[in-house]
């Protein structure tokens, strides 16, 4: 048993001991986050100054990341320009190779108009009904150089019977020529009323039907138009292929494999001395 005073003494002694612990762990406590402070200030210290393992480590793979991403953007640029400059080069090739077929086709064309007007010139020629002696005076008349101031030259005439002066031109006989054909055409034109009817003419009978409309062909029930490729074919010789040039009213122009143009008038397909079909091969 224990008095007042002892338990009083004792309760005191008790207070004393919590009191010296309280201050004990709050030295303690101060001192653990002073040394956590510490320890954390010098690692941020050791990260600003890229010492820290934390640090190096996840750096290093972000370094391996960003060269390996680097070096295949690079290989896709290059793989890009190489591409780039494919498509270029392959629309140069095909406008030069447009441009040659384009400058071909157009030199066909024309030579084959040139070579229609020949013909038709050698036909109109052939069919005036003048001698042709005429032709020859012209010819040889315009060959000669004459002298400008000589007293042969042809001068225009003035009339002093009306109050302004007129000229006279005198034509020449190839004028003359070109004149009398021009005018035999319109009166063929004109109709047979006003032409000499001529004898009749016994037709053949065409075996096919051919006949040229806006620059097309139309052959036993087909079309065929320029650019198109045919296979002609005539008895006792072997089938040739061919491209169509050129479809005018009476005649067809085409061009062989080795470069050679030849033409077919619309008749010989008409009686079938020739056929043609179309070659898709």
């Known amino acids: 048993e224990m008095d007042d005073e002892d338990c009083e003494r004792r309760r005191m002694e008790c207070l004393d001991e919590m009191s010296n612990l309280e201050k004990q762990f709050t030295d303690l406590k101060d001192q653990l986050y002073k040394e956590r402070l510490s320890q954390v200030d ?33 290989i896709y640029r290059e793989l890009c320009l190489e591409s780039v400059k494919n498509k270029y080069e392959c629309e140069i090739q095909a ?12 030199y066909d064309t024309v030579q084959s108009e040139l070579e229609e007007k020949i013909r038709r010139l050698e036909e109109d020629r052939h069919s005036i009904d003048i001698t042709s ?82 620059g097309r062909l139309y052959y036993d029930g087909e079309w065929y138009g320029r650019g198109q490729t045919i296979c002609i074919d005539k008895k006792d010789e072997c089938p040739t292929s061919a491209i169509i040039t050129t479809i005018n009213h009476d005649e067809v122009w085409f061009k062989r494999p080795d470069g050679s143009k030849s033409k077919l008038y619309i008749s010989q397909l008409q009686k079938g001395k020739y056929s043609i079909k179309h070659n898709h091969n």
């Open 133 to 214: 002696e005429l032709w020859n005076d012209e010819l040889q008349s315009r060959k000669k150089r004459k002298d400008p101031f000589s007293p042969d030259k042809k001068k225009p005439v003035f009339s002093l019977t009306f109050p302004c002066p007129y000229i006279v031109y005198m034509l020449q006989d190839l004028d003359i020529l070109e004149d009398w054909t021009t005018i035999r055409k319109a009166m063929a034109t004109l109709g047979p009323h006003r032409v000499k009817p001529e004898p009749p003419v016994k037709l053949e009978k065409h075996l096919h039907s051919a006949r040229s409309e806006e």
């Open 42 to 74: 010098a690692k941020l210290q050791e990260v600003i100054a890229g010492k820290a393992p934390e640090y190096l480590e996840p750096l290093a793979a972000l370094q391996e990341n960003m060269q390996i991403r680097t070096k295949v953007a690079g």
């Open 95 to 106: 406008s030069r190779q447009h441009c040659e077929s384009e400058k071909l086709l157009l």
